[in-house]
Structures are given as structure tokens and as C-alpha cells.
């Protein structure tokens, strides 16, 4: 099945506590290049976010992003540390006493001092965590996989039927070839008819000149190369997958031969046919640049 290279997944998930939120996106790129945006505090499930976009994704630039709000996980336990908060009181009192100053000790006044509470944040469970992340990943590039698919497909038609135009091109050019040939032996014919007038013409000349004229022109080798390279567009498509760079392969294959075909004949009719080749070669070109 043939995918687009651009694409949009959004999934949320509620697990654990937390409201997780992840979103996919893409654009065409030549190879496959992931970023993985997520909360600091979940930086440890970058690597394996990474590892399964790769195992989904063949090609383009993806960008992933994760919003985590962690209402009822990620608590914290808050304890005293009695010796320092006895230390920091008896040091108050005796410059109370030192001094004759008013004792004014009270709870808030005390609790400025951060360093008598002892805070220990729960241990997260990393495992469980990553297993929560990728779940709401999978959902998001099942989205996003529907969304690339269905632009595959439409690429697909387009390409099928571009395909197809260039193929009744090529049998035009195969049925005009020939009669160029016997089109250059007739002017040939007149020509010599005219310049030698009464004398008389070497008939085994012109059929000489005509041979060589065809040789020259041939394009039957082209055509042949043209026929079995939308033979093989045909195959790719339907085979589907990651073929956007080999199908970019065969489309200079192709635009080589049109080419070929073009220097090679000095008919107009031909020339024509050529360049509403090259036309539908371009329009090809321009959807596969965005088919993974």
C-alpha cells in the first residue's frame, strides 16, 4: 500500500494518574528524521518513543509531542528534620536571651527555613510510565497512518493514471515512427528528382540514404525501455511499502528515454508527443515526492 510521507495522529490517553496527550506530524523528507518533544520529567521514554516511530515509519520528517499533566501521580512526602529544626530553634533562643530580645518564634516564622523539611518526591515507576507513553503513541499513529494512507491512495490513482496517458503516448510514437522514415524517402525522392531532373535517379541510392535515415531515427529500443519501465511503476505500486526513492529512480530512467527519443527525431509530430511525455513525467515527479 502506498503511503504519504505527510501525515497528523492525535490519541490522549488517562493512565496512571495522569492525562497523557501525544500528537504525530510530517512533512516529506529525503530520509526518515524523528523529533520527540516531551515534559523534562519524562525524558527517560525518549529513546523508546524513537525506537517505535522508526519501527512505523520509513521516511519523512516526524515530530511527536507529548503534554502530560500528572494530577493525582507524581506525590511527594514531607517530613521534618528534627535536628536541624531543634539546631535553628535553640540558636533563636539564645539570641533572644543574648541580646534581650522579644521571643517572637512562631510556626510560620520557622517554616521560612527550607532546610528543616526533609521533601522525598515517590520514585516513579519509569516502566510503566514508557508503557503508558507508548500506548498513547500507538493510538496517535494509528490516526496518523489512516491520514497518510488515504493521501496514498489518492497519489496512487493519480500516478496509475498519469501512467497511463504516458503509455498511449509511447504507442503513438511507435505507430508515427515509421512513417517518418518513409516520409524522408519521399522528399528524399523529390529532391533528387528535382536536382537531376531528366538524368534519371539511382534508386539503390535512395533506398541507401532511407536505411541510414532510419537507423539514425530508431526509437524502437527506447519505446521498448519506456513500455517495461511503466511495467515496473505498475509493479511498485501495487507492491507498495517504502518505495518513494526507487520510484524517484525510475522516473530518471523514464525521463532519460523520453529524452533520447526527443534528440533522436527531427519530426514534429514526434517532438510534440515527446514533450506531453516530459509534461506527465513532471506531474508524476511532484507526487512522488511526497510518497514514503
Known amino acids: 500500500m502506498v503511503k504519504s510521507m505527510t501525515g497528523y495522529g492525535r490519541a490522549a490517553l488517562a493512565a496512571g494518574g495522569r492525562e497523557i496527550t501525544a500528537e504525530v506530524r510530517s512533512v516529506n523528507n529525503r530520509y526518515l528524521d524523528c523529533g520527540v518533544k516531551l515534559p523534562r520529567l519524562y525524558a527517560f521514554a525518549e529513546e523508546p518513543?524513537?525506537?517505535?516511530?522508526?519501527?512505523?515509519?520509513?521516511?519523512?520528517?516526524?515530530?511527536?509531542?507529548?503534554?502530560?499533566?500528572?494530577?493525582?501521580?507524581?506525590?511527594?512526602d514531607i517530613t521534618l528534620n528534627r535536628p536541624v529544626l531543634e539546631s535553628y530553634l535553640t540558636a533563636l533562643r539564645s539570641i533572644a536571651d543574648d541580646f534581650?530580645?522579644?521571643?517572637?518564634?512562631?510556626?510560620?516564622?520557622?517554616?521560612?527555613?527550607?532546610?528543616?523539611?526533609?521533601?522525598?518526591?515517590?520514585?516513579?515507576?519509569?516502566?510503566?510510565?514508557?508503557?503508558?507513553?507508548?500506548?498513547?503513541?500507538?493510538?496517535?499513529?494509528?490516526?496518523?497512518?489512516?491520514?497518510?494512507?488515504?493521501?496514498?491512495?489518492?497519489?496512487?490513482?493519480?500516478?496509475?493514471?498519469?501512467?497511463?496517458?504516458?503509455?498511449?503516448?509511447?504507442?503513438?510514437?511507435?505507430?508515427?515512427?515509421?512513417?517518418?522514415?518513409?516520409?524522408?524517402?519521399?522528399?528524399?525522392?523529390?529532391?533528387?528528382?528535382?536536382?537531376?531532373?531528366?538524368?534519371?535517379?539511382?534508386?539503390?541510392?535512395?533506398?541507401?540514404?532511407?536505411?541510414?535515415?532510419?537507423?539514425?531515427?530508431?526509437?524502437?529500443?527506447?519505446?521498448?525501455?519506456?513500455?517495461?519501465?511503466?511495467?515496473?511503476?505498475d509493479e511498485m505500486l501495487k507492491t507498495g511499502g517504502p518505495i518513494g526513492r526507487k520510484l524517484d529512480f525510475l522516473l530518471q530512467e523514464l525521463n532519460r528515454e523520453a529524452n533520447t527519443i526527443g534528440s533522436k527525431s527531427g519530426d514534429l509530430e514526434l517532438t510534440r508527443t515527446v514533450v506531453e511525455i516530459k509534461a506527465e513525467l513532471e506531474k508524476i515527479r511532484e507526487q512522488i515526492q511526497n510518497i514514503e
Open 100 to 233: 534581650g530580645l522579644t521571643d517572637d518564634i512562631t510556626v510560620s516564622a520557622v517554616a521560612r527555613n527550607q532546610d528543616i523539611f526533609v521533601v522525598k518526591k515517590t520514585e516513579a515507576d519509569e516502566a510503566q510510565i514508557t508503557a503508558d507513553l507508548l500506548q498513547t503513541l500507538d493510538q496517535a499513529l494509528t490516526a496518523y497512518d489512516a491520514m497518510r494512507t488515504a493521501e496514498g491512495q489518492a497519489m496512487e490513482r493519480d500516478v496509475r493514471g498519469r501512467a497511463e496517458t504516458i503509455r498511449g503516448l509511447v504507442k503513438k510514437i511507435e505507430a508515427r515512427a515509421p512513417q517518418t522514415v518513409e516520409e524522408y524517402r519521399a522528399r528524399l525522392t523529390a529532391k533528387l528528382e528535382e536536382v537531376l531532373a531528366k538524368q534519371g535517379i539511382d534508386e539503390s541510392r535512395i533506398l541507401t540514404e532511407a536505411a541510414i535515415f532510419a537507423d539514425r531515427v530508431a526509437v524502437d529500443e527506447e519505446t521498448v525501455r519506456l513500455h517495461s519501465h511503466l511495467s515496473q511503476l
Open 49 to 76: 518513543i524513537r525506537r517505535r516511530v522508526k519501527e512505523t515509519i520509513a521516511r519523512g520528517k516526524v515530530d511527536v509531542y507529548f503534554t502530560v499533566t500528572a494530577s493525582g501521580a507524581d506525590t511527594v
